[in-house]
Protein backbone atom coordinates (compact mmCIF):
# COMPACT_ATOMS: atom_id res chain seq x y z
CA UNK A 1 0.00 0.00 0.00
CA UNK A 2 1.08 3.35 -0.89
CA UNK A 3 1.85 6.07 2.21
CA UNK A 4 -0.63 8.85 2.84
CA UNK A 5 0.01 12.39 3.63
CA UNK A 6 -0.42 13.93 6.61
CA UNK A 7 -3.14 15.80 5.32
CA UNK A 8 -4.84 12.40 4.20
CA UNK A 9 -4.50 10.95 7.33
CA UNK A 10 -6.04 13.63 9.88
CA UNK A 11 -9.10 13.75 7.62
CA UNK A 12 -9.84 10.31 7.78
CA UNK A 13 -9.41 10.32 11.43
CA UNK A 14 -12.36 11.63 12.08
CA UNK A 15 -16.00 12.09 11.06
CA UNK A 16 -16.09 14.67 8.56
CA UNK A 17 -18.67 17.31 10.41
CA UNK A 18 -18.62 20.89 8.57
CA UNK A 19 -14.48 20.24 7.29
CA UNK A 20 -13.84 22.41 4.39
CA UNK A 21 -13.19 21.21 1.32
CA UNK A 22 -9.33 22.45 1.07
CA UNK A 23 -9.32 19.49 4.18
CA UNK A 24 -9.50 17.14 1.32
CA UNK A 25 -6.19 15.52 0.34
CA UNK A 26 -5.10 16.68 -2.84
CA UNK A 27 -7.44 19.68 -2.81
CA UNK A 28 -5.51 22.95 -1.74
CA UNK A 29 -6.42 26.66 -1.61
CA UNK A 30 -6.57 27.39 -5.20
CA UNK A 31 -8.63 24.07 -6.35
CA UNK A 32 -10.68 24.76 -3.17
CA UNK A 33 -11.36 28.34 -4.53
CA UNK A 34 -12.30 26.62 -7.78
CA UNK A 35 -14.95 23.74 -6.31
CA UNK A 36 -15.92 26.56 -3.86
CA UNK A 37 -16.88 28.62 -6.76
CA UNK A 38 -18.62 25.68 -8.15
CA UNK A 39 -20.96 25.17 -5.29
CA UNK A 40 -18.35 22.50 -3.40
CA UNK A 41 -17.36 24.55 -0.78
CA UNK A 42 -17.74 21.41 1.82
CA UNK A 43 -16.09 18.41 2.08
CA UNK A 44 -19.16 17.09 2.24
CA UNK A 45 -20.55 18.66 -0.77
CA UNK A 46 -17.69 17.01 -3.02
CA UNK A 47 -18.66 13.42 -0.88
CA UNK A 48 -22.19 13.67 -1.95
CA UNK A 49 -20.91 13.72 -5.58
CA UNK A 50 -18.28 10.90 -5.07
CA UNK A 51 -21.48 8.85 -3.60
CA UNK A 52 -23.78 10.08 -7.23
CA UNK A 53 -20.74 8.64 -8.70
CA UNK A 54 -21.13 5.65 -7.67
CA UNK A 55 -17.46 5.75 -5.99
CA UNK A 56 -16.11 5.03 -9.22
CA UNK A 57 -12.87 6.22 -9.36
CA UNK A 58 -12.45 6.95 -13.39
CA UNK A 59 -15.59 8.89 -12.99
CA UNK A 60 -14.59 10.72 -10.24
CA UNK A 61 -11.40 11.41 -11.20
CA UNK A 62 -12.98 12.93 -14.49
CA UNK A 63 -15.52 14.82 -12.82
CA UNK A 64 -12.92 16.41 -10.37
CA UNK A 65 -10.52 17.46 -13.33
CA UNK A 66 -13.28 19.17 -15.34
CA UNK A 67 -14.64 20.98 -12.28
CA UNK A 68 -11.46 22.69 -11.15
CA UNK A 69 -9.10 21.55 -13.37
CA UNK A 70 -7.26 18.96 -11.08
CA UNK A 71 -4.51 17.30 -12.52
CA UNK A 72 -4.03 13.48 -11.42
CA UNK A 73 -1.59 13.15 -8.80
CA UNK A 74 -4.61 15.89 -6.83
CA UNK A 75 -7.68 13.95 -8.39
CA UNK A 76 -6.16 10.57 -7.07
CA UNK A 77 -5.31 12.06 -3.64
CA UNK A 78 -8.79 13.41 -3.05
CA UNK A 79 -10.36 9.93 -4.82
CA UNK A 80 -8.14 7.99 -2.04
CA UNK A 81 -8.92 9.95 0.94
CA UNK A 82 -13.06 9.78 0.04
CA UNK A 83 -12.76 5.98 -0.18
CA UNK A 84 -11.10 5.57 2.61
CA UNK A 85 -13.22 7.99 4.71
CA UNK A 86 -15.83 6.04 3.69
CA UNK A 87 -14.74 2.27 4.10
CA UNK A 88 -14.15 3.55 7.54
CA UNK A 89 -17.87 5.90 8.66
CA UNK A 90 -20.17 4.11 5.96
Known amino acids: MSSTSQKHRNFV ?17 VLGGRLSEAGFDKAYVVLGQFLVLKKDDELFLEWLKE ?3 ANSKQAGDCYTCLKTWCDSFL
Open 67 to 69: TCS
Open 13 to 29: SEPMGEKLVTELAGIGP
